[in-house]
């Protein structure tokens, strides 16, 4: 049974996905557009911030990797040990240890030895660190506020709530035999867009998945 569907309204700006959609439907007649039409929004405007994130950090005359250990200290405090950067970053002791050391001689953090175990080396957010972790992080926010600035608030806060029951099923032990996901980090503010798909979404997926864009049996 073909899922029922509402026509867009003639007046409703349309946008890329939109073309998207209505080319793939006469491939695959049982596509929910609706489904389809989500995903790949959420994986466009994913890619953008992305973009905008990545062009922040080099305005900034930061490298990715320098940016992502900033923002792992700033997420703790400020001040971390470098094993918990590690963990947070999901590196070698070596790859670490290089980094701080970069880090260090442009005076973007600090190693000093721990107060409360003197084998033990703490390092720390210097204010010049602070600052370019800062201004980095700030682009992508203008972006997102401009972006969902179109949204009322109490749009916004419907958004969210929505993303978060996708999320939340995302999140779930899949059933037995199903595909798993990867386990999700705990994301400090400003991580949402350091994880974007590449290339472009010009394909539906092909695998037919329980419901969308194949009917069971289809």
């Given at each position: 049974?073909?899922?029922?569907?509402?026509?867009?309204?003639?007046?409703?700006?349309?946008?890329?996905?939109?073309?998207?959609v209505e080319r793939w439907r006469p491939v695959l007649p049982h596509l929910d557009p609706d489904i389809e039409g989500a995903v790949t929004?959420?994986?466009?405007?994913?890619?953008?911030?992305?973009?905008?994130?990545?062009?922040?950090?080099?305005?900034?005359?930061?490298?990715?990797?320098?940016?992502?250990?900033?923002?792992?200290?700033?997420?703790?405090?400020?001040?971390?040990?470098?094993?918990?950067?590690?963990?947070?970053?999901?590196?070698?002791?070596?790859?670490?240890?290089?980094?701080?050391?970069?880090?260090?001689?442009?005076?973007?953090?600090?190693?000093?030895?721990?107060?409360?175990?003197?084998?033990?080396?703490?390092?720390?957010?210097?204010?010049?660190?602070?600052?370019?972790?800062?201004?980095?992080?700030?682009?992508?926010?203008?972006?997102?506020?401009?972006?969902?600035?179109?949204?009322?608030?109490?749009?916004r806060r419907v958004l969210s709530d929505l993303l978060r029951r996708v999320l939340l099923a995302a999140e779930e032990e899949p059933p037995?035999?199903?595909?798993?996901a990867a386990p999700a980090a705990a994301a400090a503010p400003g991580d949402r867009a350091a994880g974007a798909w590449t290339g472009d979404?010009?394909?539906?997926?092909?695998?037919?998945?329980?419901?969308?864009?194949?009917?069971?049996?289809?």
């Amino acid at each position: 049974m073909t899922r029922a569907t509402h026509p867009a309204p003639a007046d409703r700006p349309r946008d890329w996905t939109d073309g998207h959609v209505e080319r793939w439907r006469p491939v695959l007649p049982h596509l929910d557009p609706d489904i389809e039409g989500a995903v790949t929004r959420m994986i466009k405007l994913t890619r953008h911030l992305a973009r905008v994130r990545e062009q922040g950090v080099a305005d900034y005359d930061l490298q990715k990797h320098e940016f992502d250990t900033l923002h792992g200290l700033a997420g703790r405090g400020g001040r971390a040990t470098p094993s918990e950067l590690r963990a947070d970053l999901g590196l070698a002791p070596a790859s670490v240890t290089g980094r701080l050391e970069a880090l260090e001689r442009r005076g973007f953090v600090v190693r000093t030895p721990s107060s409360d175990d003197r084998r033990r080396v703490d390092v720390e957010l210097t204010e010049a660190g602070r600052t370019a972790w800062r201004q980095a992080l700030d682009v992508v926010g203008r972006e997102e506020r401009r972006l969902l600035g179109v949204l009322a608030p109490d749009e916004r806060r419907v958004l969210s709530d929505l993303l978060r029951r996708v999320l939340l099923a995302a999140e779930e032990e899949p059933p037995e035999g199903g595909p798993r996901a990867a386990p999700a980090a705990a994301a400090a503010p400003g991580d949402r867009a350091a994880g974007a798909w590449t290339g472009d979404r010009s394909e539906p997926r092909t695998e037919p998945p329980a419901t969308g864009w194949h009917e069971p049996g289809a």
